[in-house]
């Protein structure tokens, strides 16, 4: 075998910088991924899922205090997020 049959991802910059930004993708792919379910969740039942994390959540009661009793804001907010996530995974490419 030649010395150039065992070429490795530091011996080529260009394979190294596309698994690296592979990782990226997947995770913006999760994000994205996460940002859809959880607006479909807010979106049809925005009541029982903004009393899930209304108390005792680790922190997350500040985050939906402006949603609680709200449903419509927690509507518009799902709206906004499926939007988001669905563009985000709409630029992530291989």
């Not at 990782?23 to 039942?45: K, N, P, T």
Request: proline share 4%; net charge positive; no cysteine.
């Amino acid at each position: 075998m030649g010395q150039g049959s065992q070429e490795t991802a530091l011996d080529t910059p260009g394979l190294l910088r596309a698994q690296e930004n592979i990782w990226g993708s997947r995770a913006a792919e999760m994000a994205a991924i996460f940002m859809v379910g959880d607006g479909l969740i807010g979106l049809l039942q925005p009541r029982r899922h903004v009393d899930l994390w209304k108390d005792d959540a680790l922190g997350t009661e500040t985050l939906v205090k402006p949603f609680v009793d709200r449903p419509g804001r927690r509507r518009l907010y799902a709206v906004v997020q499926i939007a988001a996530g669905l563009a985000l995974a709409a630029r992530q490419r291989r």
